[in-house]
């Protein structure tokens, strides 16, 4: 059972708009900034979205990162077949002493 | 770039210790501002982490793994490794070592995130 929780699947058709929610508690997201992490099929995964909704370079504006209070949203837009992987939110968490916690994944599959 | 890169065996027997290796390179481990975190996934499931190491030897680790975890740092080979004990069929997974950055406003972590991983190893745990 993760900490923070997202639904397990997601899907949507070519140039499509598909939202992927992260639900946490006051103890992680609610204090914390959200981080969202991109794992294509048998690859590391790889840095998405940081500080709740700034992009590393090279990361195409089509992926967005929003939050509010204890929950946040990863935000794909003009879907592409390449976007099918598996997506994972990300926050420090200040209880017993601190961790890192993440969220189960969600797969996203481009119909 | 910083990349990244774990080595070590692949099978290790129930109750031994797994051990791993990270190599930087394209960039300094004792660079201020980074620590240098290991990461797991166990087959299937998502990613849970293990614990961090700064470059001056500093660690901290995941309370759920605490007493069984190691994080040591060697600067001068620019590598950071890590030692699990006791492992047991459930510590079969795939290991990464990833690099979090910190933006800190007087001294107190304002954000954080990892990046760059390593491409990961797969450890087994079987006899």
């Known amino acids: 059972q993760s900490v923070l929780t997202q639904p397990p699947s997601a899907s949507g058709t070519p140039g499509q708009r598909v939202t992927i929610s992260c639900s946490g508690s006051?103890?992680?997201?609610?204090?914390?900034?959200v981080n969202w992490y991109q794992q294509l099929p048998g690859t590391a995964p790889k840095l998405l979205i940081y500080?709740?909704?700034q992009r590393p370079s090279g990361v195409p504006d089509r992926f967005s990162g929003s939050k509010s209070g204890t929950s946040a949203s990863l935000a794909i837009s003009g879907l592409q077949s390449e976007d099918e992987a598996d997506y994972y939110c990300?926050?420090?968490?200040?209880?017993?002493?601190?961790?890192?916690?993440f969220g189960g994944g969600t797969k996203l599959t481009v119909l | 770039q910083v990349q990244l890169q774990e080595s070590g065996p692949g099978l290790v027997k129930p109750s031994q210790t797994l051990s791993l290796t990270c190599t930087v390179s394209?960039?300094?481990?004792?660079?201020?501002?980074?620590?240098w975190s290991w990461i797991r996934q166990h087959p299937g499931k998502g990613l849970e982490w293990i614990g961090y190491?700064?470059?001056?030897?500093?660690?901290y680790y995941n309370p759920s793994l605490k007493s069984r975890v190691t994080i040591s740092v060697d600067t001068s080979k620019n590598q950071f490794s890590l030692k699990l004990s006791s492992v047991t069929a459930a510590d079969t997974a795939v290991y990464y070592c990833?690099?979090?950055?910190?933006?800190?406003?007087?001294?107190?972590?304002?954000?954080?995130?990892?990046?760059?991983w390593g491409q990961g190893t797969l450890v087994t745990v079987s006899s």
């Open positions: 990833a690099r979090e950055q910190r933006i800190t406003i007087f001294g107190v972590v304002s954000r954080n995130w990892f990046d760059p």
């Open positions: 394209g960039g300094s481990i004792s660079s201020g501002g980074y620590y």
């Open positions: 190491i700064y470059y001056s030897g500093s660690t």
């Open positions: 006051s103890s992680n997201i609610g204090s914390n900034t």
């Open positions: 500080s709740n909704n």
């Open positions: 990300a926050a420090w968490d200040d209880s017993l002493n601190g961790s890192w916690v």
